[in-house]
């Protein structure tokens, strides 16, 4: 026969009611400094893809949700989602917008290839990833402002719409592009930039090197005569020997581009 001393009973009575009084504490602080989450953002977190890429500049597609109920960003802040997304989002949110203009798409501004641009003397045998050729020697071209032509940018799209071409370039799909601009982010030589759908004029060279060595180093890239600048009423200007379009202020019907030497500077 066994017997239970007076001191466990003490313990077990003891530890009882400590957890049932730490358990009551728990209850009451949890009524009291709950925070209630506001349903909507479940709502908008279920519309979104969920890729969580970051395209948006938020930690994830959850605190994107949470921002744009908060009104901290925008209902077309998803450039993944698109335009879909954002008319639905729009919906829970119980507002209209007009998302029309609002797409983006990449540009590759860039027109050297293999046949404009002389190469180094040697033969570079390393990785073929863009980073990588940044890093090491600048890549094949005596350009060090164009398009490397590892296709990193092609690697980077999670929708398949960019291919390298038959020159060697990225070239985007646009009935497959999102906007995400995960493909800009992932060139080292940013010669991707996310614009407007309806921007049309661009100019197809990043270079900033002087007239002389432009020539000297590709046949395709702006020499910096400023032609195209002088002729487009403040539309164009120059910086660093390269012409910077002003979108709001281009007329295109007014432009003369047929006089742009090396035609870099064209409509898409």
């Known amino acids: 026969m066994y017997f239970i001393s007076t001191e466990t009973v003490y313990s077990i009575l003891l530890m009882g009611g400590l957890g049932f009084l730490f358990s009551g504490a728990l209850g009451i602080a949890d009524k009291l400094l709950r925070v209630e989450s506001d349903p909507r953002v479940d709502k908008i977190y279920d519309i979104l893809p969920g890729a969580n890429c970051g395209a948006c500049g938020c930690a994830g597609c959850y605190d994107f949700a949470e921002k744009v109920v908060k009104q901290e960003a925008g209902v077309n802040g998803c450039p993944m989602g698109g335009e879909e997304t954002a008319a639905e989002i729009a919906c829970v949110l119980g507002i209209k917008i007009d998302t029309s203009n609002d797409r983006l798409l990449p540009r590759v501004l860039c027109s050297g290839t293999s046949n404009t641009c002389k190469i180094k003397n040697g033969s570079y045998t390393g990785s073929q990833s863009c980073a990588v050729q940044d890093i090491v020697g600048g890549g094949q071209s005596l350009c060090y402002y164009g398009c490397l032509g590892g296709g990193d940018c092609v690697k980077a799209c999670p929708f398949g719409a960019m291919i ?86 281009i007329k295109l019907d007014e432009l003369r581009l047929n006089q742009c030497p090396t035609k870099v500077i064209r409509i898409v």
């Open 164 to 249: 390298m071409n038959k020159n060697g370039l990225p070239e985007v799909i646009e009935d497959l592009c999102t906007g995400c601009g995960i493909c800009a982010k992932a060139c080292p030589r940013n010669i991707i930039e996310m614009h407007q759908a309806d921007r049309k004029l661009f100019v197809f060279c990043k270079s900033h090197d002087d007239p002389k060595k432009s020539r000297e180093v590709c046949s395709a890239s702006c020499i910096g005569c400023g032609i195209c600048a002088r002729k487009s009423n403040g539309a164009i200007t120059m910086e660093n020997y390269l012409p910077v379009v002003h979108h709001d202020k």
